[in-house]
């Protein structure tokens, strides 16, 4: 799985999810948390898409402004979970 296909299905569920929201005008990098789409409630149905899409477990620590400020940022966390679990596995 690649950085940008994470990105591809995380900008899949924004638009599919988040109303008024003109996914084409949000880069890879552009600030979400500035942009202000995501309330509590749907902010933790986002967090169960990324771990039910991804199979991975979301550390409560790692779930930061810095981490899920942009789209890049988002992929890159769950890249190295993702990673992380591999490596647990085959030990």
């Known amino acids: ?4 296909s994470i990105i591809k299905s995380l900008r899949e ?3 599919a ?3 008024n929201c003109s996914i084409e005008k949000i ?3 552009t600030d979400l948390n500035e942009m202000k789409l995501m309330h509590s409630l ?3 149905e986002f ?3 990324c771990e039910k899409e991804y199979k991975v477990m979301l550390p409560p620590e790692e779930i930061t402004p810095q981490n899920f400020r942009t789209f ?3 992929s890159i966390l ?3 979970l993702i990673l992380k679990n591999s490596s647990s596995c085959s030990v």
Do not use: A, R, Y
């Not at 799985?1 to 940008?4: G, H, I």
């Open 1 to 4: 799985m690649t950085s940008q």
């Open 13 to 15: 569920w924004v638009s």
């Open 17 to 19: 999810n988040i109303k």
């Open 27 to 29: 880069g890879d990098e």
């Open 42 to 44: 749907v902010f933790v």
């Open 47 to 49: 967090l169960f898409f």
């Open 72 to 74: 890049k940022s988002i």
């Open 78 to 80: 769950i890249t190295n």
